[in-house]
């Protein structure tokens, strides 16, 4: 029976070069939040267990949704305004909480103030815009991260950890699947195309990037769905191969209670993620070799989390920003273009198009 590795060593981030002031870290490091939606408020909260950060101000398109975001969250200032709130001199950092279309908006927008920015996943429209807004942040010798916060979640990096030993065998195959029912009228942000709604941005993405993370670039992509009258993806299965021999089988979806587990399968047995896969904190691993009398026992690994895990994401950025880094390692930009460029793939095959913004 293969057993888990027990003397893995600390989840510590190697640095990326230095290539920008570093922040001091004799006082926290200060957020300005731009847009009050569902995720910002997830964000905020997630924020404030972090004696690292404070809020420093807020974001919106009406001053009454930024006074209301303020008073819940503790922000000391509140704008009815984007660009405010971007050239308010007591924000270090700027998340961008705004739809899918605005994103590449709102990121110039922080990077005309010459501040640092954590933008929502998925990170643009499209991939000439993400390879656009990181272009820009090389430019400008900015910190830019995509906040793919499955990327910076301890048990996730320690399943990698535990992968490159190579005592769990050779990844060959990857399942993830990540889906609920939308019950939102077609004009929602998460059913109009026109703002990059459907199921591949919002949620195709944690499968795609969970596939990259065990297996890498494939070399084949397919994909199947169903679209909505006004051409969002409603219902998506994508079928992913690699140089390896290696597949991944992955489905979001807007129309059911899909499972919303995960799991990666090898020559020596099988690690299972159960629901939430994209933020766990306890996983499985089943070995398949030696000699089994009986149902093989699985052991697990168990992993708290600080909040509901934003943290994890916040904490990496704080992390850079004191120490002058402009790109994370554990979210590289490079990953997040070549995701985008996966996605533009995948959409070509299922009609998807979105209307860009001008």
Not at 95 to 104: E, G, I, K, Q
Not at 238 to 256: E, F, I, K, P
Not at 261 to 286: C, K, M, Y
Request: charged share 25%; hydrophobic share 45%.
């Amino acid at each position: 029976m293969t057993k888990l590795p027990t003397d893995l060593p600390p989840l510590d981030v190697t640095p990326g070069p230095s290539r920008a002031e570093p922040l001091p870290d004799d006082r926290p490091v200060r957020w300005g939040i731009l847009a009050t939606g569902k995720i910002a408020g997830s964000f905020a909260r997630d924020l404030a267990l972090l004696p690292e950060c404070e809020i420093a101000a807020v974001g919106a398109r009406r001053q009454e949704s930024a006074d209301a975001f303020a008073a819940e969250h503790g922000a000391a200032a509140a704008y009815g305004d984007y660009r405010a709130l971007v050239e308010d001199p007591a924000v270090d950092v700027v998340y961008v909480a705004t739809p899918h279309a605005l994103h590449r908006e709102h990121v110039e927008l922080a990077f005309e103030a010459g501040k640092p920015v954590l933008c929502e996943k998925a990170f643009t429209l499209d991939a000439a815009d993400a390879e656009h807004l990181v272009a820009l942040a090389r430019e400008k010798n900015l910190f830019l991260m995509e906040a793919m916060w499955m990327r910076c979640n301890p048990l996730v990096r320690r399943l990698r950890q535990l992968f490159a030993t190579g005592a769990l065998g050779e990844v060959r195959q990857v399942r993830a699947d990540l889906g609920f029912v939308v019950d939102k009228p077609p004009t929602d942000r998460l059913l109009d195309p026109a703002l990059g709604g459907g199921a591949l941005l919002d949620m195709g993405v944690y499968p795609l990037t969970f596939a990259s993370l065990f297996l890498g670039e494939p070399s084949t992509l397919a994909a199947t769905a169903a679209l909505s009258e006004v051409g969002a993806d409603l219902n998506l299965a994508m079928s992913l191969g690699y140089d390896s021999g290696a597949v991944a089988s992955l489905t979001s979806t807007m129309t059911a209670w899909s499972p919303r587990t995960a799991s990666i399968a090898t020559d020596r047995g099988r690690i299972d993620l159960p629901a939430p896969f994209h933020h766990p904190t306890s996983v499985t691993w089943t070995s398949m070799t030696g000699d089994l009398d009986g149902p093989p026992e699985p052991q697990e690994i168990r992993q708290e989390l600080l909040g509901t895990g934003l943290s994890h994401e916040a904490l990496e950025v704080v992390r850079c920003l004191r120490n002058g880094e402009t790109e994370s390692p554990l979210v590289p930009l490079d990953d997040t273009v070549a995701l985008m460029r996966q996605m533009d793939r995948l959409r070509d095959q299922i009609g998807v198009h979105y209307a860009k913004r001008s």
